[in-house]
């Protein structure tokens, strides 16, 4: 089982800067993390939900952004190794037709939108469309995470503390 105390005491200790930090390195693609729980978390243990929703939002959008670069940069010839050229073709076409609404859907589920970001590169995605799609995602999956950590906060004060 893995131990996240340390990366809980980082948060405790940093605040802020410490859930920036943590949305950042757990959003890249190579250093996958359950963000879920320490947003939930960090409100819970009573921090500033807007700072966390800025903070969180900030960290998660510039790991994408590299995300997304990082899929440029491994050009077709690379994927090709992996994925037949009709399926890198099939992925093409279908994020051109339906990239933003992936993105969005994507970035507000449990599930990595890490890889996502990767294809949106890779398949040359708009920029201004992954990046508008990026916030919007990122932001209704934080603001949700926020209301999720304020009700366990509240069920916590007024059941063990009042």
Known sequence: MVDFTPIFNFLWRHQISGIFFVSFFGSLIFLPCPLDFFIIGAIAMGMDAFQVLIASSVGAILASIVNYF?????????????????????????????????????SVTPLSIDIFSVIAGSTRMHFGLFLISIVIGRVLKNILLIYGGSEIRNIFLHRFIS
């Open 70 to 106: 990082i899929g440029l940069l491994l050009e077709k010839k690379f994927i090709i190794k992996y994925v037949s050229k009709k399926d890198l073709k099939k992925t093409e076409n279908f994020m051109e037709k339906y990239g933003p609404p992936i993105i969005i859907g994507v």
